[in-house]
């Protein structure tokens, strides 16, 4: 079957592999290595694109360099920029097909004109060229040069097989609408959807090669515009059952539609995208059989923040709005039509605030008859080691579960069973709980699934293979750690309850070390992420997603704001010998903040040590105490304007 759609995919296009860029002092040109006469140039100065024309033998490039494909291009104020994949890294095979991840890119800049902008743009232009470089660096891009990654199995193997034998980028694109009445790709998932658009659309080509973008089209060959897969995670390995090799692979899917780090992108937007919201399918072969199973997980869609203010456990706030139950709605009507039936399954605890968004959820869903809606506080039934209770949700659920079924090939490529459904988990990030629960799912369907193709008896399981369900576990702690890493920078918690179905000493204490990671990050590094230097990653993550737009025009969004204005605090201080020192506090980053509160407190300490030996000591010690503890009320009140936060784009 996978040979078969190799040769039928080949037959019809190719994709470079990879490229040569030859850098000009007035364009960059891009050509194949295996045919160097098909190609495009770009001009360093307005960043126009061409078709690759003959070039000046007496030219000489500065660098010459191989590429592995183009990302796509962003415009700023001073020009454009060409994202470029500089090395990759094969991590497996989908379906027979090669899967790569990036490991390195870089930008192209066309950016000659930055000479002519005035000095607020060039300050401007610096930070985002700064944003640039943190988007150089992100992790998690996968891609395939021979076939389509952002298709879960059963939804592929339904398209029409005329899709087969289109290059990549005609499968996704929407102005394919106009050749295929049906868009094929999954644009949810592909990272570089927003700035790849301009390739695409390119005009400069002529209309035959248009849709194929500043990629020259020659005799069905192209150079690789590529379609970066936001795949959280790709994970595979072997189980050997029963002198039978089972290969497990599982793929993790990151919707862009609400990009954004964990306490910054929460709950929905108005369309109903949810933050973090991510397809997970576990694909397992085995003696020519195929099959596939998909969960997915997403934030509570409602409208709700929590925004960070220095305390370990910032406080919940649900944002009161009228279009509230059409976002619910928006949001479970796009799963039905996309999976078919749903089952929601809420993790999150019963008591405090995540026991009110729980609430307003559970009313919510009262006024959604075609989805069922289970609530199970997770921490409340598998608390205190009691992990086997999750069984009780899978009783509570069972029935659903096994209708739902997964998608079933067999070696001719016939489909044996369908996948008629989706379960939706969710706890409050996403990450931990629903780790858990979804690896548990993802057991329970793996087991059926051997049973059906005769690997297991009706009574067996892959627990009694206990060194080869052992890396099915390790694939699943891994995956979690990848979507962790992405959303809140640490490592996933509760990894030992997938690994071992226990928590562990060990476990708990790394728990407790990624807990103050988190808190760390949350407060100080998720609108400032820590990469070679401080940057903002989410404001990354919004100018690359086409989620904030640059406008020549417009105002700059870097004019400080909040506390961030209040960059002087005046203190005085009365000195031991009777002179006044005025004092002033930067506090528009907390590292200064902190620095001065943990100086007050030690020369506090200091004059209260030698506060019994002079009236004037015991006046020193009341100030230092004073201004101190004037200091701490300061940082606190304004906790949430020194946190550090995104400045391009509103939550919502």
Known sequence: MEAENRSFSASHFKLWSELELREFADKFVIKSVESPDQGFSVSRLDGSIEKLQDIDPSESPSKVSAIYGVAGTIRLLSGMHVLVITSKKEVGTYLGYPVFVVTSMKFLSCNEASRFLTSQEKSDEAYFMTLLKIVESTRGLYYSYETDITLDLQRRF??????????????????????????????????????????????????????????????DVTVPDVLLDYNSSFQTGEMKLKNSLA????????????????????????????????????????????????????????????????????????????????VVERHFNDLLQRYGGCVAIDLTDKQGDEGLLSAAYAEEMKKLPNVRYVSFDFHQACGNGRFDNIQLLYDEISDDFEKQGYFLLDSEGKILGEQRGIIRSNCIDCLDRTNVTQSYFARKSLNFQLQRVGSLSSTDCTSMFSEDFELFRTLWVDQGDEISLEYSGTHALKRDLVRY??????????????????????????????????????????????????????????????????????CFLNLADGNTLLLHYKLQYLPVASALVIGGLTVTSITLNQAGRNVQHIISSIICVGVTAGLMSIIKSNGRQICSKPRLCGLF
């Open 247 to 326: 290969v497990i692979k599982l793929i993790s899917r990151r919707s862009i539609r609400r990009l954004g780090t964990r306490m910054w992108r929460r709950g929905a937007n108005l369309e109903g995208d949810t933050a973090n919201f991510i397809e997970t399918e576990q694909v397992l072969e085995f003696e020519g059989y195929t099959s596939s199973f998909l969960q997915v997980r997403g934030s509570i869609p409602l409208l709700w923040e929590q925004i960070v203010d220095l305390s370990y456990k910032p406080r919940l706030n649900i944002i009161s709005h009228e279009q509230t139950s059409k």
């Open 501 to 570: 179905g226990k928590q562990t000493m060990a476990g708990i204490i790394k728990d407790g070390m990624s807990a103050i990671s988190r808190y760390y990050l949350n407060n100080f590094q998720d609108g400032v992420r820590q990469a070679s230097q401080l940057k903002y990653y989410s404001d990354a993550i919004d100018l690359i997603s086409g989620r904030y737009n640059v406008n020549r025009n417009a105002r700059t969004p870097f004019q400080y704001k909040g506390f961030d204005s209040l960059s002087l605090v005046s």
């Open 158 to 219: 339904k398209l029409a097989r005329g899709w087969m034998s289109k290059p990549i980028w005609k499968q996704n694109h929407p102005l394919v609408v106009e050749i295929s009445s049906k868009l094929q790709g999954d644009p949810r998932f592909i990272w570089n959807w927003n700035v790849i658009e301009e390739l695409i659309e390119n005009k400069a080509l002529d209309k035959r090669y248009r849709l194929s973008g500043a990629i020259c089209f020659f005799d």
